[in-house]
Each structure stands twice: as structure tokens, then as C-alpha cells.
T-cell receptor, first 115, second 116 residues
């Protein structure tokens, strides 16, 4: 099964509303990252939250991490049409030891913000 | 900072030919780069990990003779799709491992490969 499953798969909201996307994972992680991808483009790193952190903010973004539930959420406040994109969470594959720093991506949430 | 470029951004090739895709870290040195493949409306699938000066490590199910990876310098990794077939058509994305304490990956803009 796949590490980093996001839900919902698709989300459509009105401009100005908040958007919340969730991510669940299965194995132990050292950090979890959220990325944004515009259609047909590369990924843009949004935020990284470490396993010993519970919440992190960056501008209009708020990320939470619950390691006991193996889940994370990404909240985008006061959404704009320009926020329309796919959002992916990614977890590293390492356990407690050193590793190859590989990321495992979820399937993503496609967010549409309607002006 | 931490910019990764890919070239070309789009390529169309005929079945049976080979295509080379370049991934460059523009303002930092990257000992490790990753190559991903993304199918339409799907997530990224890690193909291989490329380490400068050594052989790439391929993920299970990825043919190393078909997807040749060369990481000859600290700023350049190349992926060559050999004897391309239509099923190799996909979006290929590379990333370079940052040198910060928590090893963020910086992604290139991707290369759209279409094999006719």
C-alpha cells in the first residue's frame, strides 16, 4: 500500500474560503513535506514539518502533524484563485537510522479555487 | 537559491530512438539526485537515486538498462531513455537533495516525453 495518502482527492472551494487537505502515512518518519504542483509543471516545496513538531506556519499555510495517528493536514487560509493546483504530501522512507532520503509521495489532492 | 533546471522541457521522439534528459542544480552542489516518473493525474513514482560518482540505485521494477542514469558531476545528472516506446511517454521529474540539516529535495520543472 502507498505511503502518504491524501484526502480528499479533489476539492473545490470559493475564493476566500479555507482549504484543508489531509495526509495519512503508514511507517515511521523523520519529516513530512508538502508540495504544490501546477498542471504539467514541477513541484514546489511548501513546507517541511519534522517528526518532533506538531504545527508549523508559513504565510497562509498551516501544517499539523500527529505522529500518533500518522497523519498530517495542510490548511490554506483565505484561498485565492492562484492556489489552484495539486497538493502532495511526501514522507521520507527512513526509520530511526540513516537512509537514502528518498521521498514517497501520496496521490495528491487537486484543489480548485473558484474566483 | 536552490534552483534545479531540466532540459528539455518537452521532447517528442520516434519509437526506437533514445532521449537524454538533463537535470542541473544551478546554485548548489548535489551529491544526490532523484528521478521520478509521473503518469497523468497520478503521483510521482521514484525511479532511481543518483549519486555523484557512483552507480544509480534503481527502484524495483525499473529497468536500469532502459533508463540509464549518469551523475558525472555535482551539478548534473542525466537520464537517458533508450529504445523508447510509446509506453515510456510520461512526465519525468528530477530533484536534487539539499545540503540543509533536514535534506529537503528541490525539484526541477519536469520533462514531458512523448514517444510516437
Amino acid at each position: 500500500s502507498q505511503q502518504g495518502e491524501e484526502d480528499p482527492q479533489a476539492l473545490s472551494i470559493q475564493e476566500g474560503e479555507n482549504a484543508t487537505m489531509n495526509c495519512s502515512y503508514k511507517t515511521s518518519i523523520n519529516n513530512l513535506q508538502w508540495y504544490r504542483q501546477n498542471s504539467g509543471r514541477g513541484l514546489v516545496h511548501l513546507i517541511l514539518i519534522r517528526s518532533n513538531e506538531r504545527e508549523k506556519h508559513s504565510g497562509r499555510l498551516r501544517v499539523t502533524l500527529d505522529t500518533s495517528k500518522k497523519s498530517s493536514s495542510l490548511l490554506i487560509t483565505a484561498s485565492r484563485a492562484a492556489d489552484t493546483a495539486s497538493y502532495f504530501c511526501a514522507t521520507d522512507a527512513r526509520g530511526s537510522g540513516a537512509g537514502s532520503y528518498q521521498l514517497t509521495f501520496g496521490k495528491g489532492t487537486k484543489l480548485s479555487v473558484i474566483p | 537559491g536552490a534552483v534545479v533546471s531540466q532540459h528539455p522541457s518537452r521532447v517528442i521522439c520516434k519509437s526506437g530512438t533514445s532521449v537524454k534528459i538533463e537535470c542541473r542544480s544551478l546554485d548548489f552542489q548535489a551529491t544526490t539526485m532523484f528521478w521520478y516518473r509521473q503518469f497523468p493525474k497520478k503521483s510521482l513514482m521514484l525511479m532511481a537515486t543518483s549519486n555523484e560518482g557512483s552507480k544509480a540505485t534503481y527502484e524495483q521494477g525499473v529497468e536500469k538498462d532502459k533508463f540509464l542514469i549518469n551523475h558525472a558531476s555535482l551539478t548534473l545528472s542525466t537520464l537517458t531513455v533508450t529504445s523508447a516506446h510509446p509506453e515510456d511517454s510520461s512526465f519525468y521529474i528530477c530533484s536534487a537533495l539539499g545540503t540543509g540539516g533536514w535534506y529537503e529535495q528541490y525539484f526541477g520543472p519536469g520533462t514531458r516525453l512523448t514517444v510516437t
